[in-house]
């Protein structure tokens, strides 16, 4: 049996009901290391919170008995430790997803965590560059730090991934070379979150960065390996784009949120402005959920707002 937990305070039966539900996100919802790791660190948190309460290893059984004054105990118990409303409700998501779980496949049940509400989290709007601004990065990557140029053609590739096609830094570094958008090709099909698959266009100045940054690579780039390389040969890091970031934030005095990610939300952000469609957008970024997307229209309307105000006549 795999006893991936049994250094948890746990018994065999929710040692296996872990290790199967451990399985089951790794293998079939493909999620990403650091969101795998943070749903684990989650419910070890509340697990170990239990053990604590009970004095005793936890069983499925256990669990199914708790109350919900013992969810609110436990989210009681996140916030007195300096935890924030975002990380209880992350702890809270991570705890249903896996009660969910044990009821489709461990006979397991327990209403009492449907009575536990979500903390109120004032969803955080996007801050994108300015047009301007975030053209004005793009040409200026050779002018904030001394490297070769083939690795100065990479990261323009790269920042142009970003900018141009709304990729996420994960699915830009995550292309090999034999799906690198060259020679003509107009669309790239990209699986993001959640395993989710989406088309994207590639605009020509894209394709043609990327066939600069091959030409030049001083690596071989076979086909089933990674299409971007840092300076020694290996898959580049997305720490190599967010320092390049921060030189640009240094020198072109940009705000502290821009970064990598900041491109991807400007490529959102000047569509809307341009008079795309949200639906589209939403494809084109690979939301599941339109709501998502609908973010985008609240950065929009603010700057409408500014601009309201600054040309309006008034006494």
Same mark, same amino acid.
């Given at each position: 049996? #795999? ?21 089951? *996100?790794?293998?079939?919802?493909? *999620?990403?290391?650091? @969101? ?18 009970q ?9 199914? &008995?708790?109350q ?6 436990? *989210? ?15 702890? %809270?998501?991570?705890l ?8 489709? &496949?461990? #006979? ?13 989290i ?15 990065s ?22 142009? *991934? ?6 996420? +830094? ?8 034999? !799906?690198?958008? +060259? ?11 959640? #395993? ?34 840092? !300076? ?24 502290? @949120?821009? @970064? ?11 569509? %809307? ?13 690979? &939301?599941?959920? %339109? ?5 985008y229209t ?6 409408? %707002? ?10």
């Open positions: 049996m #795999n006893t991936a937990f049994e250094n948890w305070p746990v018994e065999k039966d929710l040692n296996a009901a872990l290790c199967s539900w451990n399985a089951y *996100l790794e293998d079939e919802r493909d *999620l990403a290391l650091k @969101t795998l790791d943070s749903y684990k660190r989650d419910i070890r948190q509340f697990i170990g919170f239990v053990h604590r309460s004095d005793k290893k936890i069983t499925l059984v256990d669990l199914s &008995h708790l919900a004054r013992d969810f609110r105990s436990f *989210l009681a118990y996140r916030r007195d430790g300096g935890a924030s409303d975002r990380s209880v409700a992350r702890g %809270l998501s991570a249903r997803m896996f009660f969910k779980y044990l009821e489709r &496949h461990f #006979n397991f049940s327990n209403s009492e965590l449907h009575l536990i509400s979500s903390p109120k004032p969803h955080s709007i996007p801050k994108p560059l300015p047009v301007d601004k975030a053209l004005e793009l040409d200026s990557t050779d002018m904030v730090r001394d490297v070769a140029p083939w690795i100065n053609d990479r990261d323009v590739a790269v920042m142009l *991934l970003l900018y141009g096609a709304g990729l996420r +830094i994960s699915e830009a570094l995550g292309l090999l070379r034999s !799906e690198a958008p +060259i020679a003509g090709v107009t669309i790239l099909e990209i699986t993001g979150k959640g #395993n989710r698959e989406r088309r994207v266009p590639i605009l020509p100045v894209i394709s043609d960065a990327i066939s600069t940054y091959i030409t030049n690579c001083p690596f071989e780039l076979e086909a089933n390996e990674p299409l971007f390389r840092g !300076e020694r040969g290996g898959k580049l890091s997305p720490r190599i784009i967010q320092l390049l970031m921060a030189r640009l934030r240094h020198a072109l005095q940009l705000p502290e @949120t821009a @970064t990598p990610h900041a491109l991807r939300h400007s490529f959102a952000t000047h569509l %809307l402005g341009t008079g795309a469609d949200l639906r589209q957008i939403q494809e084109l970024l690979g &939301h599941a959920s %339109l709501s998502t997307t609908q973010i609240e950065v929009d309307r603010d700057q409408l %707002l500014r601009i309201y105000d600054a040309a309006h006549p008034r006494d």
